[in-house]
């Protein structure tokens, strides 16, 4: 299908005003993360600061296929009980 992508990357920075963590999400047709990282990414933070980063900058990265990827949430339901703790 057109305009398909097989991997999601997943770039961790950080805020160098408050450094709350900065998550930013890039596709690609491959795991091959030569492109992504070399990608240049606008990271935006909810103070405020704003920097451009390389993907190869970023403390983390982690890459998911998404072809086999569920299109629905998976995880078990959970209620939460009277003390505040969440059961299965």
């Known amino acids: ?50 920097k451009r980063f390389l993907g190869l900058e970023a403390i983390g990265h982690y890459v998911v296929p998404w072809i086999d990827a569920p299109s629905e949430n998976h995880l078990p339901d959970r209620t939460v009980d009277d003390s505040g703790l969440a059961e299965t």
């Open 1 to 50: 299908m057109e305009g398909q992508f097989s991997h999601v990357h997943l770039f961790l920075f950080r805020c160098a005003e408050c450094a709350e963590p900065l998550l930013i999400a890039a596709t690609s047709n491959g795991e091959n993360t030569g492109e992504t990282e070399n990608a240049a990414y606008d990271v935006l933070c909810t103070c405020g600061w704003l």
